[in-house]
């Protein structure tokens, strides 16, 4: 069987770039830790949501990385000295990322009981008509 890709649409021009960036989304990995949300809070921006309870402000990091959305946490180990007798909450550090379409911004990013809000938009596009003339060859 063969593997269909936006080449094989001919009228598809210039989304080979898409593709990659698919395949690259694909392959980012999907631990499911730390668990997410994406909602869309209007027409043209959206939330994500980041369960991150444990981890303070200064242990997480939010990157954009040719046109990801990188965010990263990492606890120090603070159990030196400390005898558990059961560790259920354990110190992990963790990256999520997130492809960008062109025109998506990121906004502000707020830590609220445990939980991180990345806030994007993304401008309205333009409509664009453009009259192309043709020369006599």
């Known amino acids: 069987m063969s593997k269909l890709t936006l080449a094989s649409y001919p009228h598809m021009l210039g989304f080979e770039q898409l593709e990659r960036l698919l395949e690259r989304s694909a392959k980012a990995g999907s631990d499911g830790y730390p668990p ?21 402000r200064d242990d997480l990091s939010i990157t954009i990385e040719d046109r990801q959305l990188v965010i990263r946490g990492r606890q120090d180990d603070d159990s030196e000295g400390r005898v558990f007798l059961h560790r259920g909450i354990a110190s992990r550090q963790f990256q999520r990322m ?17 939980l991180l809000h990345v806030d994007l938009s993304r401008a309205a596009p333009e409509p664009v008509v453009q009259t192309i003339s043709i020369r006599k060859g």
Request: zero cysteines; hydrophobic letters at 40%.
């Open 98 to 114: 997130f492809v960008l379409a062109d025109g998506v911004d990121v906004g502000e990013a707020v830590m609220e009981n445990g």
């Open 36 to 56: 997410y949300n994406i909602e869309q809070t209007s027409e043209n921006s959206y939330r994500i949501t980041l369960a991150v309870a444990g981890f303070s």
